[in-house]
C-alpha cells in the first residue's frame, strides 16, 4: 500500500486520502503501521458528527471549549489511538530506537508517521503485535479502575461491556473486587465472565440496581464504573451504589444528558459522581502525578506480557485499510459480534 491516511470528510464519510511525504530530523524515527485500531467509542463520535471537538474548540489555557467561529472541523485526518508499527528509519542521532523494533503508540489510521523517537514504545518481547493496539483502551480503563480506588471483597458494577469495560472488569477482578458486569449484549457478558466477573445483568430484562441491592443484602455497589456513555446507564449506576459510594463516569457522553435524573438516588443517596479522563496533564489528579498517561499505558502492557489479562480474545475483525469507511460503518450499526475492530496495513 502507497503511504496513504484515512480521512473523515464529514460525517459518516471516509476517504482514504495520499499521506504527506516527511523526512526523518534530529531525534526522530519513521514507523511503518502494521496495525491500527479502531475506537467504537472516540472515533464514533467524530464518524457521527457527534464529538464537542467538530464544533467547539478547547481553550487549553482556561480549560473551556468555545465555540467554533467557523463551521465543522472537517476533514478530520489521520484520527485513530490504536497503532502498532516497525521502525523503518531512524535519524543518525537517535539511539533508542532501531530498524526492524516493533512498537507501539498513537500516531493515527496511516501506512506510516514520523514521530519523536520517545513517542514509541517497544513491543515486549514475544508479543503477538496484534495486542499492542490495546495499550491505550487499557490505559483508560485502568484509569477508571484506579479512580474508582477499589478495595478487595468490595462489589463493583462495571456499567458497559465494550473492549474498554471488558478490560475494566479484568482489572477491577486482578484488584479483587467482586464484579458484577452489565451491558445489553449476552455475547459480551459471556467474555465478562471470561474475564472475572462474579455475576452478570443484561440490562435489556433486569435492573442491574436491584441485583446489586441483591448480592449485598440491600446496601449497594460500593464503587460502579460507567463505561458505556449512554445517560441512562450512568443514571442505572448511581441507583446501583451503596450511600455514600461513588460512581466513575469514564464514558464519552455525548449532547444532554438525557435519561439522568440528578434529583432521584443521586441527591437523595449522596453518591460521588467522578470523573476519569486519561488524557491531559494529570489522568488521576489525586495521585500526585504518580499515574502519568505513559505509566497507565506501560502498566496495562506490562500485565498483558505478565499473561493476567489476555485482550487478544477481543479482537472481533481485522481489515484491510482500504476498508476503513465499511469497519466503522459495522461499528456505527452496532453489530453485537464486533468489538474491538482492527485495520490492517500491508507490511
Known amino acids: 500500500m502507497e503511504n496513504s491516511v484515512v480521512c473523515l470528510t464529514g460525517p459518516r464519510e471516509v476517504l482514504l486520502a495520499p499521506g504527506e511525504s516527511q523526512r526523518v530530523d534530529v531525534g526522530q524515527i519513521r514507523v511503518r503501521t502494521r496495525y491500527s ?3 467504537a467509542g472516540t472515533e464514533l463520535t467524530l464518524y457521527r458528527g457527534s464529538n464537542p471537538r467538530l464544533t467547539k474548540v478547547w481553550d487549553n489555557e482556561h480549560r473551556l471549549f468555545v465555540d467554533r467561529s467557523v463551521g465543522p472541523a472537517y476533514p478530520v485526518s489521520g484520527f485513530g489511538y490504536e497503532e502498532v508499527g516497525e521502525v523503518v528509519e531512524v535519524a543518525p542521532d537517535v539511539v533508542l530506537r532501531r530498524p526492524g523494533d ?13 514521530l519523536a523517537a520517545d513517542a514509541v514504545t517497544p513491543l515486549p518481547p514475544g508479543l503477538n503485535p496484534l495486542a499492542g493496539v ?8 485502568l484509569t477508571a479502575v484506579l479512580a474508582g480506588d477499589l478495595h478487595v471483597g468490595e462489589w463493583v458494577g462495571v456499567f458497559g461491556q ?5 478490560l475494566a472488569t479484568r482489572l477491577a477482578a486482578l484488584s479483587g473486587a467482586r464484579v458484577v458486569a452489565v451491558d445489553q449484549q449476552p455475547h459480551r457478558l459471556s467474555f465478562a465472565l471470561r474475564y472475572g466477573a462474579r455475576l ?10 436491584e441485583v446489586l441491592r441483591g448480592v449485598t443484602d440491600g446496601l449497594g455497589a460500593d464503587v460502579c464504573l460507567e463505561l458505556s456513555g449512554a445517560y441512562p446507564a450512568l443514571h442505572e449506576a448511581i441507583r446501583a451504589t451503596a450511600p455514600a459510594g461513588r460512581v466513575v463516569a469514564a464514558g464519552f457522553y455525548q449532547g444532554d444528558a438525557v435519561g439522568l435524573a440528578l434529583g432521584e438516588e443521586f441527591h437523595h443517596n449522596r453518591v460521588q459522581v467522578v470523573p476519569a479522563q486519561v488524557s491531559g496533564p494529570s489522568p488521576l489528579p489525586y495521585s500526585a502525578g504518580r499515574w502519568t498517561a505513559a505509566r497507565l499505558a506501560r502498566t496495562f502492557m506490562d500485565l498483558v506480557a505478565e499473561q493476567a489479562v489476555d485482550p487478544l480474545p477481543l479482537v472481533s475483525h481485522v481489515v484491510d485499510a482500504a476498508a476503513a469507511g465499511d469497519a466503522l ?4 450499526r452496532g453489530d453485537p459480534d464486533a468489538l474491538q475492530v482492527v485495520l490492517r496495513f500491508d507490511p
Open 134 to 141: 490495546f495499550a491505550r483502551p487499557g490505559a483508560i480503563a
Open 102 to 114: 516493533l512498537v507501539w503508540g498513537m500516531w493515527g489510521h496511516r501506512t506510516e508517521a514520523v
Open 200 to 209: 452478570t445483568v443484561d440490562g435489556r430484562t433486569a435492573s442491574a440496581a
Open 37 to 39: 485500531g479502531i475506537s
Open 329 to 332: 460503518a459495522l461499528l456505527d
Open 162 to 166: 465494550g473492549v474498554i469495560g471488558l
